[in-house]
T-cell receptor
Framework: DAGVIQSPRHEVTEMGQEVTLRCKPI?????LFWYRQTMMRGLELLIY????????DSGMPEDRFSAKMPNASFSTLKIQPSEPRDSAVYFC??????????????FGPGTRLTVL | SQQGEEDPQALSIQEGENATMNCSYK?????LQWYRQNSGRGLVHLIL?????REKHSGRLRVTLDTSKKSSSLLITASRAADTASYFC???????????FGTGTSLTVIP
C-alpha cells in the first residue's frame, strides 16, 4: 500500500498566485481530511469529506480556500489568491470508515507551502 | 476550543528513561488517540483508547484515560533516541468523524 500521496512536497510561490495542492487517499478509504499545521496555531482541520461529499468546511479560513473531491481517489485544496500568512504545512489524511470518530487517520507526508 | 492541550510542551530525557506526556480536553469524547510526528513528516497513529477503557498497552507505550478528569497520559518506557518526535493527542467526539488535535509535546531523547 502506497499510503496517502500528496503533491507537490514543497511549493514556493509569490503572493497573489493560485496554489493547488493534491492528495490521493489510500484506496478503499471513505473519508478524507485536509489539515494545516503552523507553529502558532498547531494542527487545524480545514475540511473533511465522506464518500467524496464535503461534510464540514467550518475550518476553511476564508473564501480564498476551496477544496474538491471529484472522485474517491483524488482531492485538491486550492488557494486563490495566496497570501504570505497561508505559509504552512498542509496535510491530507484518510480513514476507512465514515461513521463515528473511532477510526485511525493515515496522514500523507504534507506539502510545505511558502508564499513570498 | 475543543482542542486538547498537551503537557509539557517540551520534554528532554536520557535514553533509557521513561517519558510521560499528558493531554487534557474539554468535551465528552468517544475516544482518544495518540499520534507521533517526526520532524518534517506526517503524523503516525500510535494507539487508540475508547471512552469506556481506562488503560491500554502497545509495546513500550501505555495510555491511560480518566474521563472524569478529562485527561489522558502517554507513557513511553525505556525510551530510545528514535522516540525523539512530537506527540499529539486527538479527541474523537461522539457522533462526529473528525478529531481535534492537541498542541503537542516535543520529546527529545538524548543518547
Amino acid at each position: 500500500d502506497a499510503g496517502v500521496i500528496q503533491s507537490p512536497r514543497h511549493e514556493v510561490t509569490e503572493m497573489g498566485q493560485e496554489v493547488t495542492l493534491r492528495c490521493k487517499p489510500i484506496s478503499g478509504h471513505n473519508s478524507l481530511f485536509w489539515y494545516r499545521q503552523t507553529m502558532m496555531r498547531g494542527l487545524e482541520l480545514l475540511i473533511y469529506f465522506n464518500n467524496n461529499v464535503p461534510i464540514d468546511d467550518s475550518g476553511m479560513p476564508e473564501d480564498r480556500f476551496s477544496a474538491k473531491m471529484p472522485n474517491a481517489s483524488f482531492s485538491t485544496l486550492k488557494i486563490q489568491p495566496s497570501e504570505p500568512r497561508d505559509s504552512a504545512v498542509y496535510f491530507c489524511a484518510s480513514s476507512k470508515y465514515t461513521q463515528g470518530a473511532t477510526d485511525t487517520q493515515y496522514f500523507g507526508p504534507g506539502t510545505r507551502l511558502t508564499v513570498l | 476550543s475543543q482542542q486538547g492541550e498537551e503537557d509539557p510542551q517540551a520534554l528532554s530525557i536520557q535514553e533509557g528513561e521513561n517519558a510521560t506526556m499528558n493531554c487534557s480536553y474539554k468535551t465528552s469524547i468517544n475516544n482518544l488517540q495518540w499520534y507521533r510526528q517526526n520532524s518534517g513528516r506526517g503524523l503516525v497513529h500510535l494507539i487508540l483508547i475508547r471512552s469506556n477503557e481506562r488503560e491500554k498497552h502497545s509495546g513500550r507505550l501505555r495510555v491511560t484515560l480518566d474521563t472524569s478528569k478529562k485527561s489522558s497520559s502517554l507513557l513511553i518506557t525505556a525510551s530510545r533516541a528514535a522516540d525523539t518526535a512530537s506527540y499529539f493527542c486527538a479527541t474523537g467526539l461522539s457522533g462526529g468523524n473528525q478529531f481535534y488535535f492537541g498542541t503537542g509535546t516535543s520529546l527529545t531523547v538524548i543518547p
